[in-house]
């Protein structure tokens, strides 16, 4: 299997956004690339965790932007989300259960194929087009810090601050 990139085709033009799905894509490739080396179950379980944990926290800061500039199409974007979250949970559960970590590789890949690479590259730019249409510096964007992400409500107060670091987080655990 090809790894995951960002991509031309996936860069939506808001560099903190883009960083964030560079991020998404090597914790997916970390994931992946654990279930193909035969990980400690454990281990592979911590990763897939981690990486459910980084969606929650990207989803939650995107979601942010997009209330807070009134992106009219956000309701169906958020459902997007949810089922994303969804599949990724019910994954995780599939993992746990008796099953080796090569046996999820194929699912969980395919899972950020359809989901996360097709959500960017459809979803995530409709909107940015639709802010550069409303006349916002896309470059000067700036996603919410962690800390309003828990202030407001849109993340666990609890939710680890390692996970926001993504594959570097990862790593320090």
């Not at 960083?19 to 379980?45: I, S």
């Not at 992106?71 to 949970?89: K, N």
């Not at 896309?138 to 666990?156: H, Y």
Request: contains cysteine; proline residues 3%; charged residues 25%.
């Amino acid at each position: 299997m090809r790894p995951f990139s960002l991509t031309q085709d996936l860069v939506t033009g808001i560099p903190e956004i883009d960083e964030q799905h560079g991020e998404l894509l090597d914790l997916a490739n970390e994931v992946v690339n654990a279930a193909g080396a035969g990980l400690h179950p454990e281990l592979f379980e911590l990763a897939t965790t981690f990486l459910a944990g980084y969606v929650a926290y990207h989803f939650a800061a995107e979601e942010k932007v997009m209330t807070d500039l009134d992106y009219p199409e956000r309701g169906q974007h958020f459902d997007e989300h949810r089922q994303l979250q969804r599949e990724v949970a019910s994954h995780m559960v599939a993992a746990g259960l008796n099953r080796t970590c090569e046996a999820c590789k194929d699912e969980i890949a395919l899972l950020f194929e359809n989901w996360i690479v097709h959500h960017i590259r459809l979803a995530d730019r409709e909107m940015a087009e639709f802010l550069r249409s409303q006349a916002i510096d896309l470059r000067s964007l700036r996603l919410p810090s962690l800390q309003t992400l828990k202030d407001d409500g849109g993340i666990s107060i609890d939710f680890d601050d390692r996970i926001a670091m993504g594959a570097a987080g990862m790593r320090q655990r």
